[in-house]
């Protein structure tokens, strides 16, 4: 639609708008059963640089997911819901939970005497994302 700059006078601004990289506010998003945090680059947990975490809950979630594939005593169950993580996008934040999780999954396969234990190489973590082009 096209207009020659008037604007009808019914018509009301109440949409506030702002700059993210100006204003350091944390953004909340919902993407599918997921919530993530968009951390703005003026934030103090990650050295001046934009990131996305999962959501306090989220995380949790995931962490209890991997307590139950450990209680379960399936070594290859715990190995398989961890290696779902890898569909998670790959931002800086998110890494750094997924690397959290992974000392996690060691220490609980350690707890429920998951026979051998995992080791660290054994959790792969992607830390790249593939540019998907938009415009072609």
Same mark, same amino acid.
């Given at each position: 639609?096209?207009?020659?700059?008037?604007?009808?006078p019914e018509v009301v =601004?109440?949409?506030?708008?702002?700059?993210? +990289?100006?204003?350091?506010?944390?953004?909340?998003?919902?993407?599918?059963?997921? +919530?993530?945090?968009?951390?703005?680059?003026?934030?103090?947990?990650?050295?001046?640089?934009?990131?996305? +975490?999962?959501?306090?809950?989220?995380?949790?979630?995931?962490?209890?997911?991997?307590?139950?594939?450990?209680? @379960?005593?399936?070594? *290859?169950?715990?190995?398989?819901?961890? =290696?779902?993580?890898?569909?998670?996008?790959?931002?800086?934040? !998110? !890494?750094? *939970?997924?690397?959290?999780?992974?000392?996690?999954?060691?220490?609980?396969s350690r707890k429920n005497?998951?026979?051998?234990?995992? &080791? @660290?190489?054994?959790?792969?973590?992607?830390? +790249?994302? &593939?540019?998907?082009?938009?415009? &072609?």
């Amino acid at each position: 639609m096209h207009t020659d700059g008037a604007q009808a006078p019914e018509v009301v =601004h109440d949409d506030k708008f702002h700059d993210g +990289r100006q204003k350091a506010e944390r953004l909340l998003v919902d993407i599918g059963t997921m +919530r993530y945090w968009v951390m703005p680059p003026g934030d103090q947990n990650n050295n001046g640089k934009a990131t996305v +975490r999962t959501h306090r809950g989220c995380y949790r979630e995931l962490k209890e997911v991997m307590m139950e594939a450990a209680k @379960r005593r399936s070594r *290859q169950d715990l190995l398989n819901e961890f =290696h779902k993580l890898n569909g998670l996008p790959a931002w800086a934040g !998110i !890494i750094e *939970q997924k690397r959290r999780l992974a000392d996690f999954v060691i220490r609980s396969s350690r707890k429920n005497e998951i026979w051998p234990p995992i &080791k @660290r190489d054994e959790l792969k973590i992607i830390t +790249r994302r &593939k540019p998907v082009p938009v415009w &072609k």
